[in-house]
């Protein structure tokens, strides 16, 4: 600080920054000489360093379990002196209990002795969920196409309103699929996620619009490497 001020008003920038990068230097070079092993110079010392502050993060965790084990230890001794009572409720605490009333009569634990003395239902496990019957997207659409022939405009809500079956629900929206593909029918749907209305648009011909099987065929196995 007396250097800054002996500069003056007039100093310079360059020089007062050289002057403050070699004071921080040589201030560096002080302390790493007064205080020990401030410098590191090898890696072996640093791995001698790290090991030397692993073994004593290890004593001190050694150090706090053992004095653990110890309060354990008295704490268990203290404990296996205490005994419990067995003698009753002294008079003042007996006053306070509720008199035993029961107001069952001797028809009441008949039934209740008919249905403890019922066999239990064997437990069953239901697999309903797990293996649930296939739906034909071609059969769905024969039905939708024929409501259609009829009705010539439906919301797909009154499609589906005759069953609540999820399988039913999503083959139906598939055959749906499957006949906008084949120009049978237009979708009109004026808000997202709004009613969803279906018109019929493929003439007052017998011939039904084709729908293929693609969605009720099984899917194809990969196929195994022949391993030499």
């Given at each position: ?142 039905i939708v196409v024929a409501r259609l022939k009829e009705l010539g ?49 493929g003439g007052d011909g017998d011939a039904a619009p084709a729908v293929t099987d ?15």
């Open positions: 600080m007396a250097y800054i001020r002996a500069m003056g008003p007039d100093w310079d920038l360059d020089e007062t920054t050289e002057f403050l990068v070699v004071a921080a230097t040589l201030l560096d070079l002080k302390a790493a000489r007064l205080l020990p092993a401030a410098e590191v110079e090898d890696e072996a010392d640093l791995a001698l360093l790290e090991a030397r502050d692993l073994l004593f993060a290890r004593l001190l965790q050694y150090r706090a379990y053992k004095q653990i084990a110890d309060i354990f230890s008295r704490r268990l001794d203290d404990e296996g002196r205490r005994y419990p009572r067995t003698v009753g409720l002294e008079p003042h605490h007996a006053e306070l209990l509720p008199d035993v009333v029961i107001s069952i009569g001797p028809e009441g634990f008949a039934r209740l002795a008919v249905k403890a003395m019922q066999p239990r239902p064997k437990p069953q496990v239901y697999v309903d969920h797990i293996h649930a019957p296939l739906v034909s997207v071609q059969e769905q659409a024969g405009e439906a919301s797909f809500r009154a499609l589906v309103q005759d069953t609540d079956d999820t399988l039913t629900v999503v083959a139906r929206f598939l055959a749906l699929l499957e006949l906008y593909r084949e120009k049978a029918v237009a979708l009109d749907q004026e808000t997202a996620l709004g009613e969803l209305t279906v018109r019929w648009t693609e969605f009720d065929r099984p899917p194809e196995q990969p196929k195994e490497e022949n391993k030499p």
